[in-house]
C-alpha cells in the first residue's frame, strides 16, 4: 500500500488508485503522511483543516473525520491498516513506515540519483527518472489551503524541479544534448524564470551547433526576468552567455555541468525527507 500525495490525494493498493471524495478527509490524511511517524497536536489538526472556520466542537469534529481515515484505509489496502491511525495524547499519529508515503520515496530516490550526477550519469539518469515517475500532479493537489500542506507542497514542488534540473544534466553529460532539447523547450516556456533550465537549454543547443539559438534563450529569458521580476541574470547564466559568445573550448567539458550545480551546498536534495 502507498499514500499518494504527489499529485491528488489518495491511496495505491496493487497498483490501482483509490479516490478520496471528502475534503476534510483528504486533508487529515494529507496532514499526517507528511508527519509518518510523528504525532501531530490535535491543534494544530484542527488550524488545517478548519482555519477560520467557525467549530463548535473541534475535538469531536477530528474523531469523526479520522474514524473515516481508518475506514478508507482498511478498505483500500483489503486489510487492517486503519489501526495505524492511532490517537495519542493531544493528537494523532499516522504509524506508518516512511517508505509508504510517495513523497517520501521520491525524496530519497531524488537524493540518490543527484549523488551520482559525477560518478555515474547513467545510473543517476535512471534514479532520477524513476523518481519522477512518481507524480502525477502537482503536489498536495487537493489536500486544501490549510498553511502545513500548502508550505509542503512548495516544497515538494520545488524539488521536482531541481530532480528534473538533475536529469537533464545526467542526460547531457550522457551525450544526449540533441533529445533533451525540445524537452528544456517546453520547460523553459513553463518556466520562463528559472534559470538553471536556460542555462542547460543554451549548452545542449550550443553543443548541436545551434549557437545563435541558444543566445536568443538567454534574450527570452533575461527578458522575462527584467518584466516580471525587475532582476538582471544571476552570474551562472551571464556566465553561460560569456562562453558562447567566446566559444570557449571548456563549453565541450564535463566539468561545465558540475561548475554550478556543486558550486554550494544545495540542501533541498540533501536529505532523503523533507523537512515539512
Given at each position: ?18 479516490e ?35 467549530m ?25 491498516v ?27 530516490i ?28 502537482p ?36 551525450g ?6 525540445p ?34 534563450a538567454y ?33 565541450n ?5 558540475w ?9 533541498a ?8
Open positions: 500500500m502507498e499514500i499518494s500525495i504527489l499529485g491528488p490525494v489518495s491511496i495505491a493498493h496493487d497498483g490501482t488508485h483509490r478520496i471524495k471528502a475534503s476534510k478527509v483528504r486533508a487529515l490524511l494529507a496532514t499526517l503522511a507528511l508527519e509518518a511517524g510523528r504525532a501531530v497536536a490535535r491543534v494544530e489538526l484542527a488550524e488545517e483543516l478548519w482555519a477560520g472556520q467557525p463548535r466542537n473541534t475535538h469531536n469534529a477530528l474523531q469523526v473525520t479520522a474514524t473515516r481515515v481508518r475506514k478508507i484505509l482498511d478498505t483500500a489496502a483489503g486489510a487492517s486503519g489501526a495505524a491511525l492511532r490517537a495519542v495524547p493531544k493528537g494523532y499519529l499516522l504509524d506508518l513506515p516512511a517508505k509508504w508515503i510517495d513523497s517520501n520515496r521520491f525524496l530519497d531524488a537524493a540518490q540519483g543527484t549523488a551520482q550526477l559525477t560518478k555515474n550519469p547513467l545510473h543517476a539518469a535512471e534514479l532520477l527518472e524513476s523518481s519522477l515517475k512518481l507524480w502525477r500532479g503536489a498536495l493537489l487537493d489536500a486544501g489551503d490549510g498553511l502545513r500542506c500548502r508550505g509542503a507542497a512548495a516544497l515538494l514542488d520545488e524539488r521536482r524541479l531541481v530532480a528534473w534540473e538533475d536529469l537533464i544534466t545526467a542526460r547531457i553529460a550522457l544526449r544534448e540533441r533529445e533533451t532539447v524537452e528544456l523547450q517546453q520547460l523553459t516556456a513553463r518556466y520562463p524564470l528559472r534559470e538553471r533550465f536556460c542555462e542547460l537549454l543554451m549548452l545542449a543547443l550550443y553543443r548541436t551547433g545551434r549557437q545563435s539559438e541558444a543566445l536568443e534574450a527570452a529569458t533575461r527578458r522575462h526576468l527584467d518584466e516580471q521580476l525587475g532582476v538582471r541574470p544571476g552570474d551562472g547564466l551571464l556566465r553561460r552567455q560569456a562562453q558562447i559568445l567566446e566559444q570557449a573550448p571548456d563549453l567539458d564535463l566539468s561545465v555541468l561548475e554550478r550545480k556543486f558550486s554550494a551546498s544545495r540542501s536534495t540533501a536529505g532523503s525527507r523533507a523537512q515539512y
